[in-house]
């Protein structure tokens, strides 16, 4: 292994580290959301107090972000928005819904892909123990 692929392995390495850490500063929040408010309420909801956990934290993010879809050389406002794009480094979709479908985890992948942002978290908060409403999407 040469010294150049060394320090591109520690690189991703660290890296990956902090997309875990914020990933699970951003799950500690929402948990904390959900031992408050419980299932049931609409996803405008969770967002808010979601964003408000975030803040306390002092964590970064943005709401609703626009996401413009490129169809050839044209970017094209199509009405997407991220729900909450956390350090510029995660998209988090939230849901209330009863049960996560696939369509759900292909509109996170897709806003992914077009946002060019390999780490994604689907929170369906309309669950008894939010842990079963959390799944993780690495690109």
Known sequence: ?????????????????????????????????????GPGLLESTYRQCLACELSHSAISFQMEVPLPVRYKEMLLDCGYRIDLLVSGDLIVE?????T??????????????????????????????????IKRFVL
């Open 1 to 37: 292994m040469h010294e150049r692929d060394v320090i591109t392995t520690k690189i991703t390495k660290e890296t990956k580290m902090q997309f875990d850490e914020l990933s699970r500063n951003v799950i500690g929040a929402a948990i904390e959301v959900h031992r408050n408010l």
């Open 94 to 98: 939230i849901k209330s819904v009863e």
């Open 100 to 133: 996560l479908l696939p369509i759900h985890q292909a509109q996170l992948l897709t806003y992914m892909r077009l946002a060019k942002i390999p780490i994604g978290l689907l929170i369906n908060f309309n669950v008894t123990k939010l842990r079963n409403g």
